[in-house]
């Protein structure tokens, strides 16, 4: 009879657990995101879910399958298409700043070329390498008079509070590649003077004041542009090359933007090559002897220029070294990107131009996009230390196979778009990439603007405070 007891009285307690939980979980649907909250217990969780529907494959929350979710996942980061995510508010900084270092002279007070009539050309040659300023610049021109803002990023806004950023269009590396050098009757140079210039103008903007210049964009991606200026303009975003001649309190990679060279050779189109019809392994022309980081330039030549597979020689891009370059480039399986004067080069862009496997060997090397695009799937990095051991560097290129190469030879394929500069710009092309790598910026500006507002607005009650007090009341 006892056993029997303690036996009714177990399932009793079972069965009102049970009841008990359930009941539980059914006050817990009920009352709503804010309790679930409180009791420490994530709305709409999975467990839920499976309890209302148990069809996994369906989200019950927004009706959106479990794979269209993924999707979307995989797409984070990527504009939307037709709708653009950047406001930028850009100076009307007089032309002295940009198209006039060009050749272009305005009429009466236009600051801007019509540019539905002509664009400014950009000089050629090794400029161009460096021209990223002028794109960006087109390109917020662009977006007033176009009809179709189709896989646009940026949008130009004429109300600096409706900016996410605001840009500075000057033409820092044309300045000083074309204006650095004095001419006749000058005791400056015009690079020196239009440097001070921009900064005693930004410096005196409301734009400016209000951030501190922390959501201003300055392109300086010429290494050796803005010398005199970026000192004090620090706190801005820098568009770069890279951080090679700076120090890192005035440039770094959490605060600024890399971007491409834009390449000097030709697009590869048309690519009919392959690995076996690609009879030099590994490629390189160029400076052989450099300063800083780019000795290793000359160490490498002395151990690879007897190899018969291997081409290493000096060249220039001046008169046929471009055409050179190129040719030299398609018919390689490898490329050499190796340190010169400063971490970068625009080398490595055309090796990608030409479908060439980038061999990159640069420790301080900082590439563009590295956040959402990885570059081991169509680069090889050597550190320089194993690139200077005798054989390492030919072993490893000759021990790649034929399958990897092809891999990495059709990735470069899928993804050369993304460092092509054009007019107008085209979804996910060098410019809008440039500016979705300055949007994912954004959060992160903000941040740094509220936290320095803090005490900044606690300032301004008080005195107001303060103020007030001083003033006699009438109480009657």
């Known amino acids: 009879m006892g056993f029997v007891a303690y036996k009714s009285i177990f399932c009793w307690l079972l069965l009102s657990s049970s009841l008990f939980v359930l009941s539980w979980l059914s006050v817990l649907r009920s009352t709503g995101q804010s ?16 309890s209302e529907n148990a069809n996994l494959d369906e989200d019950p929350v927004n009706s959106v399958s479990v794979a269209e979710r993924v ?7 990527k504009c939307d298409s037709n709708e653009p995510i950047l406001k930028v508010f850009m100076y009307d900084l007089p032309s002295e700043f940009h198209f006039d270092l060009l050749g272009w002279k305005g009429v009466g007070e236009n600051v801007w070329p019509d540019i539905r009539v002509k664009v400014p050309e950009y000089p050629g040659g090794l400029n161009l390498q460096h021209s990223i300023e002028y794109w960006l610049t087109l390109d917020l021109l662009n977006s007033e008079v176009s009809g179709n803002l189709r896989g646009r990023t940026a949008i130009r806004v004429r109300n600096s509070s409706e900016a996410d950023v605001v840009f500075v269009p000057f033409f820092s590396s044309l300045c000083y590649n074309r204006f650095s050098k004095l001419k006749p009757g000058q ?3 015009t690079n020196v003077v239009l440097q001070e210039k921009l900064v005693k103008f930004l410096i005196a903007q409301e734009e400016w004041k209000r951030s501190g210049g922390k959501d201003h964009i300055v392109v300086a991606h010429h290494p050796n542009s803005l010398l005199d200026a970026r000192m004090k303009l620090w706190p801005a975003i820098f568009i770069l090359s890279d951080f090679g001649r700076y120090p890192p309190t005035i440039a770094n990679v959490e605060k600024d933007v890399i971007a491409p060279y834009r390449h000097v050779t030709g697009s590869y189109v048309d690519d009919s090559s392959d690995f076996d019809s690609r009879l030099t392994l590994l490629f390189f022309q160029g400076a052989i002897y450099r300063k800083d980081g780019g000795i290793i330039r000359q160490e490498l030549y002395y151990m690879l220029k007897n190899e018969t597979d291997v081409h290493f020689s000096f060249g220039t891009y001046q008169k046929d070294g471009a055409k050179q370059t190129s040719k030299g480039m398609r018919s390689s399986k490898f490329c050499l990107n190796i340190a010169g004067d400063t971490p970068s080069s625009n080398r490595l862009f055309d090796a990608i131009a030409s479908h060439c496997v980038p061999v990159i ?5 900082e590439l563009p996009y590295e956040d959402v695009l990885d570059y081991s799937e169509f680069c090889i990095f050597i550190s320089t230390s194993d690139a200077l051991e005798n054989g390492f560097l030919l072993n490893l290129m000759r021990n790649i196979s034929k399958e990897e190469w092809t891999r990495m030879w059709k990735r470069l394929q899928e993804i050369e778009h993304l460092y092509e500069y054009q007019y107008p710009s085209k979804e996910n092309d060098a410019v809008q990439m440039i500016w979705q790598a300055v949007s994912r910026k954004v ?6 603007i509220h936290r320095d507002m803090r005490f900044s607005r606690t300032s301004a009650r008080q005195e107001r405070a303060i103020s007030s007090d001083s003033i006699p009341r009438n109480f009657g």
């Open 35 to 50: 309790h679930s909250l409180e009791f420490g217990i994530l709305p709409n969780s999975r467990l839920l879910r499976i």
């Open 187 to 189: 005791k400056r140079s």
């Open 443 to 448: 959060s992160g500006i903000r941040w740094k």
């Open 71 to 77: 999707n979307k996942d995989k797409n984070l980061g």
């Open 361 to 365: 060997i640069s420790d301080e090397i």
